[in-house]
């Protein structure tokens, strides 16, 4: 659930994020390239400063700024933990992989989401987004779908996309 306004303000708390945790590197996959905010429907000031704010997160010496031609599986593969704006699949593409991993919402109320039935799948806020990282790079916890009896009827059929099938069965919950 993605926005001009959400995209900005997620950026700015990656950002704020990696200043926080200079022993960390943070990986940004983007889905769509520089090209679409500068030359597509967002091809104004707010595709600048989308622009702009990857630029910035680039900088940053424990940062390193992907292509969104990148694999994302590739990225979740060496990641210890994804979260990924809601409701981006490779959370789920991750979560299946038992990494740990949710979405994050820095700014708009995503709470009528099926989602939010399980416990920090979606986070909100910077300072929740804060202690969720702590958390898992503590403890490694996952919201382990896999080998979890309470979530197993959550996976569905592995053949299909697998925020297609998440969707798909917590609706049906």
Known sequence: YSNYDEAQYFLKDVIRLAKSLPNC???FKPSKSDGYFLKECWSDEKGVEVVDLRYEFGQLLNTIMLSDADDVIDVISISNVVFTNSFSSPTTD?????????WYQAKTDVSFSVYNKIPNLVISGYKDLTIQIDKLLQDGDSIDFVNNPDFTYLIGDINKKPLTSLRLNILNA
Do not use: T
Not at 94 to 102: G, R, S, W
């Open 25 to 27: 590197m943070l990986l």
């Open 94 to 102: 991750a979560l299946l992989a038992n990494v740990p991993a949710f």
